[in-house]
Antibody, heavy 116, light 111 residues
């Protein structure tokens, strides 16, 4: 059974950089897409982008293009979401999820708090 | 791309059936049978309830069913139970970005 385990909560200051991770179990990590989803406090779900770790094919939602970078290291079955300069508005829970027929496996979420 | 439109809230009594709508446009719901539905309880990650319009993953109760007509997809919960109280989100593939887009979310209350 595939599981996705995300890195722990982060507290950062505006302008700092950050990279959070999503590690897949099992040996099939290169055979499915990994999506990243944002949920701001008290708000709905937002698609950010998606990566295929097998060849690092990456696509971004227009709202997040240029704001974040999605990457993956297939040798350690891990996908990443990173920011070069955080803003207070990046405060949210970030989920990774396997996308096959719908998003059928979800990570537990990583809470990112950006505050001065 | 714009989010799919869902009613903000839907409520029902235990045992009743409720339906949540999800309205898109020609480049998403209308054109593709890639509509999914997710349930999210407070403080938890979302859970896939329906994929490809009307398919249930293993382990999901058959009280949950999905359908689609034109630009609108629907999730029906029959035999409503207290544990069904949660937020529900639809999602559809959209050709406008070659990604998926979520709905605005619906809070289901069991009276």
């Amino acid at each position: 059974e595939v599981q996705l385990v995300q890195s722990g909560a982060e507290v950062k200051k505006p302008g700092e950089s950050l990279k959070i991770s999503c590690k897949g179990s099992g040996n099939s990590f290169t055979t499915y897409w990994i999506a990243w989803v944002r949920q701001m406090p008290g708000k709905g779900l937002e698609w950010m982008g998606i990566i295929y770790p097998g060849d690092s094919d990456t696509r971004y939602s227009p709202s997040f293009q240029g704001q974040v970078t999605i990457s993956a290291d297939k040798s350690i079955s891990t996908a990443y979401l990173q920011w070069s300069s955080l803003k207070a508005s990046d405060t949210a829970i970030y989920y990774c999820a396997r996308r096959q027929r719908g998003m059928d496996v979800w990570g537990q979420g990583t809470t990112v708090t950006v505050s001065s | 791309q714009s989010a799919l439109t869902q009613p903000a809230s839907v409520s029902g009594s235990p045992g009743q059936s409720i339906t949540i709508s999800c309205t898109g446009i020609s480049s998403d719901v209308n054109s593709y049978n890639y509509v999914s539905w997710y349930q999210q309880h407070p403080g938890e990650a979302p859970k896939l309830m329906i994929y490809d319009v009307n398919n249930r993953p293993s382990g999901v109760s058959n009280r949950f069913s999905g359908s689609k007509s034109g630009n609108t997809a629907s999730l029906t919960i029959s035999g409503l139970q207290a544990e069904d109280e949660a937020d529900y989100y639809c999602s559809s593939y959209t050709s406008s970005s070659t990604l998926d887009v979520f709905g605005t979310g619906t809070k289901v209350t069991v009276l």
